[in-house]
């Protein structure tokens, strides 16, 4: 059977977007509390715990912003897939 002009990547990419996005939802959850925790008790006995926290939600809030280009990126190469799939397109 002729598979050529099939998406059968589409629904891996999208699984993996969703599978991205709820870690990173978890990740900024678990840290959020993680800090909430640390002001609530006020332990800053070195201050380095509340610090490393808020240095790595920081980095991680980085990370959402380039999820569109992400997707830009895979639906601009399913759409060249597509075109060059198709019988005829590359004059032979």
Known sequence: MNNKGQLGNLQGI???????GVLLG??????????????????YTNGTTFLAVNNTIGAMENI???LPLVVIIAMV???LALVFTIPGARGG
Do not use: H, K, S
């Open 26 to 43: 978890a990740g900024f959850f678990i840290l959020g509390t993680f800090a909430e925790e640390i002001n609530a008790r006020n332990d």
């Open 14 to 20: 999208i699984l993996t977007l969703v599978v991205v």
């Open 77 to 79: 190469v399913i759409i």
């Open 64 to 66: 959402p912003n380039l």
